[in-house]
């Protein structure tokens, strides 16, 4: 057949059609992936700008409230998931480098802050201890179920002076619970001891060591923390930009939970570094700062934690001491009108403990639970180039 057929011509035409054809069909392929891939990373970054936002926007009155530590929460198992979705969809490049070294330190640290979850709910049993205290306080200077009398104001000076005991133990020793805060009604009988004993034991079966150190565990965290190279958002189609982002959340979240509860040696000197052009980074660098400004206050410097709640213990407790060691009988009307004041806003504390605590327990360990899945997908994820090679 010659070279002029016109048959083989419209063959060839037609092979020549189809081939470009397909790669029209593949680069618009490659276009929609990539466009979507970035979709989903902007996505990300806004969602934590979002959420850490809404997070900075209230009032003093409200900042490390258990109501607001508990949305922090919220806000990282949000995030977390988010990430965690983001892993998912591009688990076949997360084992190459160098997404898989970024990757590896991450899940370094999520180990890391397991302890500091373990930690925070060692310091929400603490909070419930004193509590116990508390209630005892109110329920003796109730003014309305009986009348003030010598003996009400005696059980209630007893009670506040075993809660300054095991408040001044927290601060001290920042370990576990000494003897005596385990019975604060100090009548050992072999029942109640028992029963003390088994409720301490299992309390304290994820406890961290006594050699913990909170503040310790947040600089190692923060350690060598830094933005992603241009070359390495390159080299990972930009996946590095969420692992920091991430990391810097996971950062921010421990350590507010560090500042707030009561944790073995507390310490919040750690550096945050994080560039402003992150849409997240103003509200999170607000944040930081406020509580910080928060903790230099001169009655917070001593505090065993910058929870609201914590603050308002401290505060009346220390008010309500003084006024029932120099009260005389019978009261005047004044001191009988200062005790009810005082009691009621203890009263509304309790209130606060009885509501917030169990559900504040329950995000930490939630937050546990999402790092510990996280953590356990991603290395299945890494590991995926020894099986392929």
């Known amino acids: 057949m010659s070279s002029n057929d016109p048959s083989s011509s419209f063959s060839s035409f037609g092979r020549s059609l189809f081939g470009i054809k397909r790669e029209q069909i593949h680069s618009i392929e490659v276009s929609n992936e990539s466009r979507s891939h970035g979709t989903e990373l902007e996505s990300f970054q806004k969602q934590v700008a979002d959420q850490f936002r809404e997070l900075s926007e209230v009032g003093d009155d409200e900042l490390l409230s258990i109501e607001w530590m508990r949305k922090l929460l919220d806000a990282f198992i949000c995030c977390q998931e988010e990430f965690r979705a983001i892993l ?13 070294r970024l990757i590896s330190e991450f899940f370094d640290r999520s180990v890391k802050a397991l302890d500091i979850c373990n930690a925070s709910r060692e ?22 179920k009986r009348t003030l009398s010598e003996g009400q104001f005696r059980r209630a000076r007893k009670a506040l002076v075993d809660l300054a005991l095991a408040m001044l133990d927290e601060k001290d020793s920042g ?18 001891s028992h029963h003390q004993s088994t409720g301490h034991s299992r309390s304290h079966s994820w406890s961290v060591s006594r050699s913990w150190s909170a503040a ?84 917070r410097r ?23 060691d120099s009260v005389q009988f019978p009261l005047t ?3 009988k009108s200062e005790v009810e004041q005082i009691s009621k806003e203890l009263t509304l504390v309790c209130e606060s403990f009885r509501d917030g605590l169990d559900r504040l327990e329950r995000q930490v360990r939630e937050v546990f639970r999402k790092i510990m899945i996280c953590r356990t997908e991603g290395l299945e994820y890494l590991s995926m180039s020894n099986y392929t090679e």
């Open 88 to 100: 998912l969809n591009k688990k076949e490049q997360v084992s190459k480098p160098p997404l898989d």
């Open 175 to 192: 370990s576990v619970f000494s003897q005596r805060n385990r019975s604060f009604g100090r009548h050992n009988t072999s029942k109640d």
């Open 333 to 335: 009307e004044d001191q």
């Open 216 to 299: 310790k565990q947040l600089q190692s965290i923060a350690a060598n923390l830094a933005p992603p190279r241009g070359n390495e958002i390159a080299a990972t189609s930009g996946l590095a930009v969420p692992v920091f982002t991430m990391n810097s959340v996971l950062l921010f979240v421990l350590w507010a939970l560090v500042a707030a509860i009561p944790c073995q040696d507390r310490g919040l000197n750690i550096h945050f570094s994080i560039p402003r052009q992150f849409s997240w980074s103003i509200p999170i660098i607000s944040l930081h700062e406020r509580i910080v400004e928060e903790s230099k206050k001169r009655e």
């Open 123 to 144: 310091g929400i049993e603490k909070i419930r201890m004193w509590q116990k205290q508390l209630e005892i306080v109110t329920s003796a200077l109730d003014s309305q």
């Open 302 to 324: 001593n505090s065993n934690g910058l929870l609201k709640e914590i603050h308002q213990v401290e505060k009346h407790t220390h008010h309500l001491t003084d006024l029932v």
